[in-house]
Protein backbone atom coordinates (compact mmCIF):
# COMPACT_ATOMS: atom_id res chain seq x y z
CA UNK A 1 0.00 0.00 0.00
CA UNK A 2 1.61 3.39 -0.96
CA UNK A 3 0.43 5.65 1.69
CA UNK A 4 2.61 8.85 -0.09
CA UNK A 5 -0.54 8.75 -2.62
CA UNK A 6 -3.31 8.59 -0.14
CA UNK A 7 -4.98 10.78 2.08
CA UNK A 8 -3.00 9.82 5.27
CA UNK A 9 -3.30 10.30 9.10
CA UNK A 10 -0.55 12.22 8.46
CA UNK A 11 -0.45 14.43 11.78
CA UNK A 12 -1.86 11.74 13.96
CA UNK A 13 1.76 10.64 15.57
CA UNK A 14 3.61 13.60 17.14
CA UNK A 15 7.15 14.03 16.58
CA UNK A 16 9.59 14.50 19.58
CA UNK A 17 10.92 17.94 19.35
CA UNK A 18 14.58 17.05 18.96
CA UNK A 19 14.04 14.81 16.29
CA UNK A 20 12.72 14.48 13.11
CA UNK A 21 12.29 11.45 10.64
CA UNK A 22 12.91 10.68 7.27
CA UNK A 23 15.05 13.78 6.24
CA UNK A 24 12.56 16.48 7.07
CA UNK A 25 13.91 19.64 8.27
CA UNK A 26 12.97 20.06 11.55
CA UNK A 27 9.93 22.74 12.38
CA UNK A 28 11.48 26.61 11.96
CA UNK A 29 14.44 25.47 10.45
CA UNK A 30 16.05 26.87 7.55
CA UNK A 31 18.96 29.51 6.79
CA UNK A 32 19.41 31.54 9.99
CA UNK A 33 18.40 35.25 10.07
CA UNK A 34 15.63 34.24 7.12
CA UNK A 35 12.44 35.01 8.54
CA UNK A 36 10.61 31.98 7.84
CA UNK A 37 6.89 32.11 6.33
CA UNK A 38 3.75 31.72 8.56
CA UNK A 39 2.29 28.73 8.40
CA UNK A 40 -1.69 28.83 8.93
CA UNK A 41 -3.59 26.10 9.65
CA UNK A 42 -7.53 25.51 9.98
CA UNK A 43 -8.45 23.19 12.38
CA UNK A 44 -11.96 21.77 11.43
CA UNK A 45 -13.72 19.43 14.36
CA UNK A 46 -17.16 18.29 13.10
CA UNK A 47 -19.27 16.70 16.43
CA UNK A 48 -22.63 15.84 16.40
CA UNK A 49 -24.40 19.35 18.24
CA UNK A 50 -21.57 21.69 16.37
CA UNK A 51 -18.79 22.57 13.90
CA UNK A 52 -16.02 24.25 15.63
CA UNK A 53 -12.69 25.64 13.73
CA UNK A 54 -9.60 27.45 14.43
CA UNK A 55 -6.95 29.64 12.76
CA UNK A 56 -4.19 29.11 13.99
CA UNK A 57 -0.60 30.52 12.77
CA UNK A 58 2.62 28.13 13.42
CA UNK A 59 5.77 30.06 12.56
CA UNK A 60 8.61 28.40 14.27
CA UNK A 61 7.63 29.90 18.06
CA UNK A 62 4.37 29.89 20.31
CA UNK A 63 1.50 28.83 17.86
CA UNK A 64 -0.79 32.28 17.55
CA UNK A 65 -4.47 31.46 17.74
CA UNK A 66 -6.06 34.01 15.04
CA UNK A 67 -9.62 33.07 15.07
CA UNK A 68 -12.51 30.58 16.88
CA UNK A 69 -15.55 29.99 15.07
CA UNK A 70 -18.57 27.83 14.92
CA UNK A 71 -21.98 26.35 13.80
CA UNK A 72 -24.50 24.53 15.34
CA UNK A 73 -25.24 21.11 13.27
CA UNK A 74 -28.27 19.58 13.17
CA UNK A 75 -29.11 16.18 15.22
CA UNK A 76 -28.31 13.14 13.21
CA UNK A 77 -25.78 14.42 10.36
CA UNK A 78 -23.03 13.01 12.69
CA UNK A 79 -23.49 9.94 14.88
CA UNK A 80 -21.05 8.32 17.28
CA UNK A 81 -18.15 10.36 15.25
CA UNK A 82 -19.57 8.63 11.62
CA UNK A 83 -21.01 11.15 8.98
CA UNK A 84 -24.95 9.95 8.19
CA UNK A 85 -25.63 12.78 5.74
CA UNK A 86 -23.07 13.86 3.83
CA UNK A 87 -24.56 16.67 1.67
CA UNK A 88 -26.23 18.06 5.14
CA UNK A 89 -22.54 18.18 6.44
CA UNK A 90 -21.48 20.04 3.84
CA UNK A 91 -24.19 22.61 4.15
CA UNK A 92 -23.04 23.43 7.12
CA UNK A 93 -19.68 23.55 6.51
CA UNK A 94 -19.85 26.20 3.91
CA UNK A 95 -22.25 28.37 6.09
CA UNK A 96 -19.21 28.10 9.03
CA UNK A 97 -16.48 28.75 6.24
CA UNK A 98 -18.51 32.01 4.52
CA UNK A 99 -19.70 33.78 7.49
CA UNK A 100 -16.34 33.25 9.12
CA UNK A 101 -14.09 33.88 6.28
CA UNK A 102 -12.06 31.56 6.88
CA UNK A 103 -9.00 29.82 4.47
CA UNK A 104 -10.51 27.13 2.53
CA UNK A 105 -7.05 25.30 2.35
CA UNK A 106 -4.60 24.07 4.96
CA UNK A 107 -7.19 22.40 6.72
CA UNK A 108 -7.10 19.96 9.31
CA UNK A 109 -9.66 17.54 10.11
CA UNK A 110 -9.90 15.96 13.51
CA UNK A 111 -12.10 12.65 13.91
CA UNK A 112 -12.72 10.54 16.67
CA UNK A 113 -14.65 7.16 16.82
CA UNK A 114 -14.10 3.56 18.00
CA UNK A 115 -13.37 2.40 14.57
CA UNK A 116 -9.76 3.90 15.16
CA UNK A 117 -6.62 2.56 16.61
CA UNK A 118 -3.43 3.76 18.33
CA UNK A 119 -0.60 0.78 18.93
CA UNK A 120 3.33 1.61 20.23
CA UNK A 121 5.61 -1.19 20.25
CA UNK A 122 9.16 -1.46 19.99
CA UNK A 123 11.11 -3.57 16.83
CA UNK A 124 14.75 -4.72 17.22
CA UNK A 125 17.88 -5.64 14.81
CA UNK A 126 16.15 -3.89 11.73
CA UNK A 127 18.55 -1.55 9.61
CA UNK A 128 17.05 -1.66 6.58
CA UNK A 129 14.66 0.84 5.84
CA UNK A 130 11.86 -0.87 3.36
CA UNK A 131 12.49 -4.11 5.55
CA UNK A 132 11.62 -1.43 8.84
CA UNK A 133 8.25 -0.12 6.98
CA UNK A 134 6.97 -3.58 5.80
CA UNK A 135 7.49 -4.57 9.65
CA UNK A 136 5.56 -1.48 11.05
CA UNK A 137 3.05 -2.31 9.18
CA UNK A 138 2.94 -6.21 9.58
CA UNK A 139 2.58 -5.56 13.29
CA UNK A 140 0.26 -2.70 12.64
CA UNK A 141 -2.71 -4.72 11.03
CA UNK A 142 -1.78 -7.56 13.59
CA UNK A 143 -2.41 -5.21 16.50
CA UNK A 144 -5.42 -3.61 15.23
CA UNK A 145 -7.24 -5.48 13.19
CA UNK A 146 -7.93 -3.67 11.02
CA UNK A 147 -8.39 -5.68 7.20
CA UNK A 148 -5.34 -3.73 5.03
CA UNK A 149 -7.63 -3.04 2.42
CA UNK A 150 -10.19 -1.32 4.15
CA UNK A 151 -7.66 1.02 6.72
CA UNK A 152 -6.27 4.48 6.16
CA UNK A 153 -2.58 4.12 8.06
CA UNK A 154 0.37 6.24 9.50
CA UNK A 155 2.99 5.47 11.62
CA UNK A 156 6.16 7.28 13.48
CA UNK A 157 9.87 6.48 14.60
CA UNK A 158 9.26 8.38 18.07
CA UNK A 159 12.82 7.29 19.78
CA UNK A 160 16.11 5.25 18.59
CA UNK A 161 18.53 3.60 20.95
CA UNK A 162 20.64 0.53 21.26
CA UNK A 163 19.33 -2.57 23.33
CA UNK A 164 21.36 -5.13 25.56
CA UNK A 165 22.68 -6.92 22.46
CA UNK A 166 23.85 -4.00 20.48
CA UNK A 167 20.78 -4.08 17.82
CA UNK A 168 19.36 -0.81 16.91
CA UNK A 169 15.96 -0.24 18.61
CA UNK A 170 12.85 1.60 17.89
CA UNK A 171 10.10 2.68 19.51
CA UNK A 172 7.36 3.13 17.15
CA UNK A 173 3.32 4.71 17.13
CA UNK A 174 0.91 3.49 14.84
CA UNK A 175 -2.49 5.10 14.34
CA UNK A 176 -5.11 3.43 11.92
CA UNK A 177 -8.40 4.02 10.96
CA UNK A 178 -10.93 3.05 8.37
CA UNK A 179 -11.23 4.20 5.55
CA UNK A 180 -14.99 4.46 5.14
CA UNK A 181 -15.11 6.92 8.42
CA UNK A 182 -12.50 9.41 6.80
CA UNK A 183 -13.83 8.84 3.09
CA UNK A 184 -17.34 10.52 4.34
CA UNK A 185 -15.82 13.53 6.16
CA UNK A 186 -13.54 14.28 3.11
CA UNK A 187 -16.36 14.16 0.73
CA UNK A 188 -18.57 16.69 2.85
CA UNK A 189 -15.43 19.01 2.83
CA UNK A 190 -14.85 18.44 -0.95
CA UNK A 191 -18.33 18.98 -1.91
CA UNK A 192 -18.32 22.60 0.64
CA UNK A 193 -15.15 23.48 -1.66
CA UNK A 194 -12.75 23.00 1.47
CA UNK A 195 -9.04 21.40 0.78
CA UNK A 196 -8.44 19.00 3.56
CA UNK A 197 -4.57 18.74 4.24
CA UNK A 198 -4.07 16.39 7.01
CA UNK A 199 -6.27 14.13 9.10
CA UNK A 200 -5.71 14.16 13.11
CA UNK A 201 -7.09 12.22 16.01
CA UNK A 202 -8.92 14.08 18.49
CA UNK A 203 -7.29 12.90 21.17
CA UNK A 204 -3.85 14.24 19.69
CA UNK A 205 -5.30 17.48 19.24
CA UNK A 206 -6.49 17.42 22.62
CA UNK A 207 -3.28 17.09 24.32
CA UNK A 208 -1.74 19.82 22.10
CA UNK A 209 -4.45 22.15 23.05
CA UNK A 210 -4.41 21.42 27.04
CA UNK A 211 -1.01 19.90 27.42
CA UNK A 212 1.97 21.78 25.93
CA UNK A 213 5.04 19.98 26.50
CA UNK A 214 6.73 22.94 28.77
CA UNK A 215 3.87 22.49 31.11
CA UNK A 216 4.16 18.29 31.69
CA UNK A 217 5.37 16.31 34.55
CA UNK A 218 7.98 14.25 33.19
CA UNK A 219 6.99 11.60 36.26
CA UNK A 220 3.58 11.11 36.14
CA UNK A 221 0.94 10.50 32.87
CA UNK A 222 -0.54 13.36 30.86
CA UNK A 223 -4.30 12.40 31.16
CA UNK A 224 -6.96 14.64 29.16
CA UNK A 225 -10.64 14.39 28.84
CA UNK A 226 -12.94 16.14 26.35
CA UNK A 227 -16.32 15.65 27.09
CA UNK A 228 -18.63 16.04 24.21
CA UNK A 229 -22.05 16.00 23.19
CA UNK A 230 -22.14 12.03 22.19
CA UNK A 231 -19.25 11.28 22.65
CA UNK A 232 -16.33 11.17 25.23
CA UNK A 233 -12.42 11.12 23.88
CA UNK A 234 -9.41 9.87 26.42
CA UNK A 235 -6.39 10.91 25.71
CA UNK A 236 -3.19 9.61 27.63
CA UNK A 237 0.33 10.87 26.82
CA UNK A 238 3.96 10.17 28.42
CA UNK A 239 4.68 13.78 27.90
CA UNK A 240 5.98 13.07 23.84
CA UNK A 241 3.54 10.56 22.32
CA UNK A 242 -0.06 9.46 23.11
CA UNK A 243 0.23 5.73 24.36
CA UNK A 244 -3.41 5.63 24.49
CA UNK A 245 -6.70 6.60 23.59
CA UNK A 246 -10.66 5.80 23.61
CA UNK A 247 -13.50 7.00 22.69
CA UNK A 248 -16.46 6.79 24.96
CA UNK A 249 -20.15 6.76 23.68
CA UNK A 250 -20.85 9.14 26.86
CA UNK A 251 -21.59 12.69 26.53
CA UNK A 252 -23.63 15.52 27.65
CA UNK A 253 -26.66 14.31 26.45
CA UNK A 254 -26.58 11.54 28.52
CA UNK A 255 -27.06 13.56 31.18
CA UNK A 256 -30.24 15.39 29.42
CA UNK A 257 -31.74 12.41 28.14
CA UNK A 258 -31.70 10.95 32.11
CA UNK A 259 -33.07 14.59 33.64
CA UNK A 260 -35.83 13.98 31.12
CA UNK A 261 -36.57 10.50 31.60
CA UNK A 262 -36.40 11.05 35.58
CA UNK A 263 -38.51 13.97 35.44
CA UNK A 264 -41.11 13.82 32.72
CA UNK A 265 -39.26 17.03 30.71
CA UNK A 266 -38.78 17.99 27.05
CA UNK A 267 -35.18 17.73 26.38
CA UNK A 268 -35.09 21.47 25.85
CA UNK A 269 -36.56 21.57 29.76
CA UNK A 270 -34.01 19.40 30.26
CA UNK A 271 -31.11 21.26 29.33
CA UNK A 272 -31.96 24.33 31.03
CA UNK A 273 -32.32 22.69 34.27
CA UNK A 274 -28.99 21.15 33.93
CA UNK A 275 -27.08 24.33 33.45
CA UNK A 276 -29.12 25.80 36.34
CA UNK A 277 -28.27 23.49 39.33
CA UNK A 278 -24.39 23.16 40.80
CA UNK A 279 -23.75 19.08 41.42
CA UNK A 280 -21.64 20.53 44.78
CA UNK A 281 -24.30 23.01 45.95
CA UNK A 282 -28.03 22.33 46.69
CA UNK A 283 -27.72 26.07 48.56
CA UNK A 284 -28.85 27.30 44.97
CA UNK A 285 -31.85 25.26 44.77
CA UNK A 286 -34.09 27.66 46.27
CA UNK A 287 -37.79 26.63 45.99
CA UNK A 288 -37.67 24.81 42.21
CA UNK A 289 -38.02 20.98 44.09
CA UNK A 290 -36.83 19.75 40.52
CA UNK A 291 -33.13 20.80 41.06
CA UNK A 292 -32.61 18.76 43.46
CA UNK A 293 -34.09 15.47 41.65
CA UNK A 294 -32.25 16.61 38.76
CA UNK A 295 -28.76 16.46 40.66
CA UNK A 296 -29.56 13.60 42.06
CA UNK A 297 -30.19 11.96 38.76
CA UNK A 298 -26.57 13.22 36.95
CA UNK A 299 -24.62 12.20 39.87
CA UNK A 300 -26.27 8.81 39.08
CA UNK A 301 -25.95 8.92 35.64
CA UNK A 302 -22.13 10.32 36.25
CA UNK A 303 -21.18 7.15 37.65
CA UNK A 304 -21.39 5.55 34.27
CA UNK A 305 -18.78 7.97 32.77
CA UNK A 306 -16.57 7.14 35.95
CA UNK A 307 -16.72 3.47 35.63
CA UNK A 308 -15.30 4.18 32.37
CA UNK A 309 -12.93 6.23 32.97
CA UNK A 310 -11.07 4.14 35.74
CA UNK A 311 -11.50 1.32 33.38
CA UNK A 312 -9.20 2.77 30.96
CA UNK A 313 -6.76 3.93 33.67
CA UNK A 314 -6.38 0.85 34.83
CA UNK A 315 -5.54 -1.45 31.40
CA UNK A 316 -3.46 1.88 30.35
CA UNK A 317 -1.46 1.14 33.78
CA UNK A 318 -1.51 -2.24 33.15
CA UNK A 319 0.76 -1.75 29.73
CA UNK A 320 4.17 -1.84 30.14
CA UNK A 321 5.98 0.96 30.74
CA UNK A 322 3.12 2.82 31.74
CA UNK A 323 3.55 6.40 34.21
CA UNK A 324 1.69 7.10 37.18
CA UNK A 325 -1.53 9.00 36.91
CA UNK A 326 -1.65 12.39 39.52
CA UNK A 327 -4.56 14.34 37.28
CA UNK A 328 -6.98 14.30 35.02
CA UNK A 329 -7.59 17.12 32.81
CA UNK A 330 -11.35 17.79 31.65
CA UNK A 331 -12.64 20.20 28.85
CA UNK A 332 -15.68 20.03 26.32
CA UNK A 333 -18.74 21.91 26.80
CA UNK A 334 -20.29 19.30 29.09
CA UNK A 335 -17.91 20.76 31.68
CA UNK A 336 -19.41 24.13 31.68
CA UNK A 337 -21.77 21.98 34.28
CA UNK A 338 -20.75 23.88 38.02
CA UNK A 339 -19.26 20.87 39.74
CA UNK A 340 -18.18 18.80 37.79
CA UNK A 341 -14.84 17.98 37.96
CA UNK A 342 -15.45 18.03 41.67
CA UNK A 343 -17.92 15.23 41.31
CA UNK A 344 -15.73 13.09 38.94
CA UNK A 345 -13.23 13.29 41.62
CA UNK A 346 -14.97 12.13 44.54
CA UNK A 347 -16.55 8.57 41.81
CA UNK A 348 -13.34 8.24 40.71
CA UNK A 349 -10.62 9.14 43.77
CA UNK A 350 -8.74 10.69 40.80
CA UNK A 351 -7.38 14.30 41.31
CA UNK A 352 -10.12 15.97 38.33
CA UNK A 353 -9.42 19.40 37.36
CA UNK A 354 -10.96 21.79 33.88
CA UNK A 355 -8.27 22.11 31.55
CA UNK A 356 -7.76 25.47 29.83
CA UNK A 357 -8.12 25.40 26.30
CA UNK A 358 -5.89 27.57 25.70
CA UNK A 359 -2.40 25.85 27.11
CA UNK A 360 -0.85 25.47 24.10
CA UNK A 361 -1.41 28.90 22.46
CA UNK A 362 -0.41 32.70 22.36
CA UNK A 363 -3.81 34.57 21.73
CA UNK A 364 -4.08 37.21 19.08
CA UNK A 365 -5.57 40.92 20.63
CA UNK A 366 -7.88 40.57 18.06
CA UNK A 367 -9.59 37.35 19.49
CA UNK A 368 -11.59 38.98 22.36
CA UNK A 369 -13.08 37.42 25.44
CA UNK A 370 -14.93 33.82 25.12
CA UNK A 371 -16.91 32.06 27.42
CA UNK A 372 -17.28 28.77 25.40
CA UNK A 373 -13.28 27.63 24.96
CA UNK A 374 -14.17 24.59 26.47
CA UNK A 375 -16.11 23.23 23.72
CA UNK A 376 -13.73 24.99 21.45
CA UNK A 377 -10.19 23.00 22.42
CA UNK A 378 -10.28 19.84 20.40
CA UNK A 379 -10.41 22.88 17.05
CA UNK A 380 -7.66 24.53 18.89
CA UNK A 381 -4.84 21.58 19.53
CA UNK A 382 -6.31 21.03 15.63
CA UNK A 383 -4.15 24.05 14.31
CA UNK A 384 -1.24 23.62 16.47
CA UNK A 385 1.55 22.36 13.99
CA UNK A 386 2.78 18.83 15.81
Keep these: MDLKKEIKLSDLVRRPATKTQGGAKPSGGGAPGKRQPKQEI ?16 NNGGAPK ?25 ASALVEL ?72 SRRVVVAAAYRDSIDRYVAACEEAGIEVAAVDLEAFALLRAVAPAAARDEQAAVVALTIGHDRTTLAISDGVTCDFTRVLEWGGANLEDAIARDLGLT ?13 GDD ?45 VLITGGTTN ?3 LAEELERLTRVRVRRADPLA ?19 AIGLGIEA
Design 42 to 57: VGLKIGASQIAASRVV
Design 65 to 89: LVQLARVPLEPGVVVAGEVRDIPAL
Design 97 to 168: FRTNKLPRRGVRLGIATNRIGVRSFELEGIEDERQLANAILFRAYEELSIPADEAVLDYRVVSEGVNEAGQR
Design 267 to 279: GAEARQLKLALDL
Design 283 to 327: ASDGDDPRLGRARATLAHELQTLARELLASLRFYQSQTGSLAVST
Design 337 to 339: LRG
Design 360 to 378: GVQIADTLGIRDDLASLAV
